[in-house]
T-cell receptor, first 112, second 110 residues
């Protein structure tokens, strides 16, 4: 079974802090994704990566960056956290496109 | 730009009843996915629909795809409480990431 592990289930940070959300997958998947989920808005794509050291902007990249130094790990970085980044963050991975995504359990981030 | 619309967004239904969730999308797509999310949990894949006329069934859930109408339906038969969850459809086109609908929160009541 594919396992996508997000390092924190709950996280509370202060405005202006730099925040790292870590995601690791164990199935050698090429593609990895970061979504945020907000009530009434569904899932929105922040960034994705289809190979090591490659990254592409999704629909809402502002205020975020990512890092993919190893195939199994995809990190989401909030350079200076703001209250409007309070959300549920979901990491996912997949083999090449046109395959189902496998999601992690999510990180609920609160920025105060 | 690919857009995905689901309706209804909220659905409260009685046990034993049938209902359908609709998913419309705006441009030609390669495939359509249905996911389920339980409260506080992550998303799990339910169905992948690959071609026009595709139908997949598991238990009380049946999903179908009409690519000409750009429409997928998720039909619930004789609902039970265990089906209470949020259901998402998602679509992609070519080598692009999935675009998700806003989800349908289903509540099955006795």
């Amino acid at each position: 079974d594919v396992k996508v592990t997000q390092s924190s289930r709950y996280l509370v940070k202060r405005t202006g802090e730099k925040v790292f959300l870590e995601c690791v997958q164990d199935m050698d998947h090429e593609n990895m994704f970061w979504y945020r989920q907000d009530p009434g808005l569904g899932l929105r794509l922040i960034y994705f990566s289809y190979d090591v050291k490659m990254k592409e902007k999704g629909d809402i990249p502002e205020g975020y960056s990512v890092s993919r130094e190893k195939k199994e790990r995809f990190s989401l970085i909030l350079e200076s956290a703001s209250t409007n980044q309070t959300s549920m963050y979901l990491c996912a991975s997949s083999p090449p496109f046109n395959s189902p995504l496998h999601f992690g359990n999510g990180t609920r981030l609160t920025v105060t | 730009e690919l857009k995905v619309e689901q309706n209804p967004l909220f659905l409260s239904m009685q046990e034993g009843k049938n209902y359908t969730i609709y998913c419309n999308y705006s441009t030609t797509s390669d495939r359509l996915y249905w996911y389920r999310q339980d409260p506080g949990k992550s998303l799990e894949s339910l169905f992948v629909l690959l071609s026009n006329g595709a139908v997949k069934q598991e238990g009380r859930l049946m999903a179908s795809l009409d690519t000409k109408a750009r429409l997928s339906t998720l039909h619930i038969t004789a609902a039970v409480h265990d089906l209470s969850a949020t259901y998402f459809c998602a679509v992609n086109s070519g080598n692009t990431p999935l675009v998700f609908g806003k989800g349908t929160r289903l509540s099955v009541i006795a």
